[in-house]
């Protein structure tokens, strides 16, 4: 992984020690790898099948020490929260640990080496939040090999500064925070013992909750956004205990206050049901696989009572929720003029919004903003992304050869037509005549969009199609009467 994509970077608050460090404390210009000229022979000082040198990364991590001992002796008392610049060779040497830390060799050395320590240290200690950040990366870089994932999820130390960096005011550490933290929640053997971490650590969902409620950067909203939606995917009681309000007060990370925020006691607890909401506003436009991030984490919270609850008992969030993903179907997903093939792109983002508007729809049909006669386009857009998965099915067969074992059908796919249809069923069977009448007026049904509603739904949902066809029928007789003709099942 490079500096740029770097997955999670972590720290921790020991202090660090010069004992055991081969580098030479007394050194002020480090050489850069290949390996420096020194005592042992360049194959000797080669760390594993690399060309990297061991004696430079000893000197360039004993000239880190150095760097915040220097720090914390040069700030007065009275400035021990202020920031300090990190000096441009420093900065070049300790980013060439960075992305040295990208080998696996290199990686199984620093663990042997106890760097987690030393970085650990070292952010306890930092006033710069750009060595913050490159050292909870470099922290990101080594756990993705699951041997030195296991390492670093073990000290108890790094996972309990790791989460109190969350509530750090700087985005490129929150940043590299939050990809450590996703790193080591997708490796099964360590992410059960990160989550009773998070669990007890009650100022994470605050924390994070803050991210996604007031952060504008793209980045760092999608990857907060991935880690509550690991979060969540592992574990449905914490996933309950955040919507319930087990929201601790947000402590301070080490050294790093969190800037332009209250003290957390005057601080009032924020939901997570908004809080997603505001992150995906942001994300719309800029991110469509963000945005798919936090559609999945409503499609999660409403598999759950509290979740769903959250969202529709207060009015104000419900139609703001109802509002965004309505706009989202009707204006940016499956348009008139876009090719039947679009469906694959959009299926994984269409799903989880159709789940939520439909879980939303059967708890709160009396809510003024999701009443159908306010929703036109939306049963329009229902209808057209099923004649889309229909002529998308249809080439798919037509592409197959005759006896082929081929595995017929896309999961996405077949999982978005569930939910359009279970949705559309529901909405069917409460349209009342004038609405119907208003959908024939706007063109919303016509011949083959009926066809197409009827054909989808009738095998699974004939009571919400009869009920269909009879409102119909006072409405538009002759549109009724083809329907039964292509469909004599429907005949009383």
């Not at 509550?228 to 301070?252: H, Q, T, Y």
């Not at 729809?361 to 939306?378: E, G, I, R, T, W």
């Not at 009827?454 to 409405?475: D, N, P």
């Amino acid at each position: 992984m490079e500096r740029s994509g770097v997955d999670p970077g972590d720290s921790g608050s020991s202090s660090p020690s010069l004992d055991g460090l081969p580098g030479s404390p007394g050194m002020h210009r480090n050489p850069s790898p290949p390996p420096s000229e020194g005592e042992e022979s360049a194959e000797g000082d080669a760390i594993g099948n690399t060309v990297y040198s061991k004696h430079w990364l000893f000197s360039t991590l004993t000239r880190l020490i150095q760097v915040v001992s220097d720090q914390e002796g040069g700030s007065g008392a009275g400035d021990s929260e202020a920031q300090l610049d990190l000096d441009e060779e420093v900065e070049s040497e300790i980013c060439k640990v960075w992305d040295m830390s990208m080998d696996q060799d290199v990686a199984r050395f620093l663990q042997e080496f106890k760097a987690a320590d030393i970085l650990l240290g070292v952010i306890g200690k930092s006033k710069s939040s750009r060595l913050t950040e490159i050292c909870v990366g470099v922290l990101g870089n080594i756990a993705c090999f699951p041997e030195t994932c296991q390492s670093i999820s073990g000290n108890e130390d790094l996972g309990e500064v790791l989460l109190l960096l969350l509530g750090d005011s700087d985005p490129p550490t929150l940043l590299e925070t939050s990809r450590l933290l996703l790193t080591c929640l997708s490796q099964p053997s360590v992410a059960p013992c990160w989550v009773e971490r998070i669990r007890q650590q009650k100022s994470v969902c605050e924390n994070l909750c803050f991210v996604m409620s007031s952060s504008t950067n793209v980045d760092l909203l999608v990857k907060v956004g991935e880690v509550v939606d690991k979060l969540f995917d592992l574990d449905e009681e914490l996933m309950r205990s955040w919507i319930r309000g087990a929201r601790g007060s947000a402590a301070p990370s080490p050294g790093h206050p969190t800037a332009d925020r209250e003290p957390a006691n005057d601080t009032p607890a924020l939901d997570i049901a908004p809080c997603v909401l505001e992150a995906a506003k942001q994300l719309r436009s800029d991110s469509p696989d963000g945005l798919e991030v936090y559609m999945h984490i409503l499609q999660l919270l409403t598999t759950v009572d509290e979740g769903i609850q959250a969202i529709v008992l207060s009015v104000e969030v419900g139609e703001e929720a109802w509002s965004l993903l309505c706009d989202v179907v009707c204006s940016d997903l499956c348009q008139p003029d876009d090719p039947p093939i679009v469906i694959h792109e959009q299926k994984t983002l269409l799903a989880p919004i159709l789940a939520v508007l439909s879980a939303m729809f059967v708890c709160q049909a009396q809510h003024d903003y999701s009443k159908m006669d306010k929703n036109l386009p939306l049963i329009g857009s229902l209808i057209r992304v099923l004649q889309y998965l229909g002529e998308c099915q249809q080439r798919e067969t037509e592409r197959r050869e005759p006896g082929s074992e081929e595995e017929a059908g896309d999961n996405h796919l077949k999982i978005l037509k569930d939910t359009c249809c279970e949705f559309l069923a529901n909405i069917l069977t409460e349209l009342p005549k004038d609405t119907v009448s208003e959908l024939v007026q706007r063109g919303y049904l016509s011949e083959e969009t009926c066809s197409t509603a009827v054909q989808s739904l009738l095998s699974l949902y004939s009571t919400a199609t009869r009920h269909f066809l009879a409102v119909l029928s006072e409405v538009d007789e002759k549109l009724a009467e083809g329907l039964l003709k292509d469909f004599p099942s429907l005949r009383p």
